[in-house]
């Protein structure tokens, strides 16, 4: 298992274009991946559930990543939601 904590750095959060994008990316990989913010986690396969977080910029969340994958995921996964 793999942990980050990131800065949501989009202007405009984890809003519906950077969700799907965090999704398809996501859902490319074997390993199990969540997201925590303020106090919710949320499944990193699911646009319903990444949506549900309300980041907004400027937020710090923790992405967890486990299996077989998980250091190329958390990497990409980063680069997503780290990029603005």
Do not use: P, Y
């Not at 904590?5 to 989009?10: G, H």
């Not at 202007?11 to 996501?26: C, D, E, F, I, S």
């Not at 559930?49 to 990409?76: H, M, R, Y």
């Amino acid at each position: 298992m793999v942990s980050k904590e990131l800065i949501v750095k989009s202007r405009l959060g984890l809003h519906a274009r950077v969700a799907t994008l965090l999704v398809k990316k996501a859902s490319g990989f074997k390993s199990d991946i969540f997201i925590e913010c303020k106090g919710k986690k949320a499944n990193g396969k699911s646009i319903i559930n990444v949506l549900a977080l309300g980041a907004n910029f400027g937020t710090k969340v923790k992405v967890i990543i486990s299996g077989a994958d998980e250091q190329l995921a958390l990497e990409q996964i980063a680069a997503v939601i780290e990029k603005d």
